[in-house]
């Protein structure tokens, strides 16, 4: 079993940033595919980026495109979201979570979930 422990969140003012990291348990981390998604409070869940398993692919909402970065270190298994430029509508509980699909951009695809670390971004 794998658990995902998400840290890095707070309160940042318009045009910060913040890294966020996902820590992870067990030793099949490093086969899947890891996202990151966020949900402000009564909003449906949304995408914001994935990467593959070895790291040379990775995928963005247009929304955080240009100003959000995924990454994955597999020898420390762990996953991080580095957010520059960051805007109030940022603001969300961002979540970590593992698929065993390619790419995926959906939350059905993710079987595996943080708990979720707050940012919030002021005006």
């Known amino acids: 079993q794998v658990q995902l422990v998400e840290s890095g969140g707070g309160l940042v003012q318009a045009g910060g940033s913040l890294r966020l990291s996902c820590a992870a348990s067990?030793?099949?981390?490093?086969?899947?595919?890891m996202g990151w998604f966020r949900q402000a409070p009564g909003k449906e869940r949304d995408f914001v980026a994935a990467?593959?398993?070895?790291?040379?692919?990775?995928y963005y909402a247009d929304s955080v495109k240009g100003r959000f970065t995924i990454s994955r270190d597999n020898a420390k298994n762990t996953v991080y979201l580095q957010m520059n430029s960051l805007k109030p509508e940022d603001t969300a509980v961002y979540y970590c979570a593992r698929s065993r699909a390619v790419l995926p951009d959906h939350w059905r695809a993710y079987d595996y979930w943080g708990q979720g670390t707050q940012v919030t971004v002021s005006s």
């Open positions: 067990g030793r099949a981390f490093s086969v899947y595919t």
């Open positions: 990467i593959t398993w070895s790291g040379s692919s990775t």
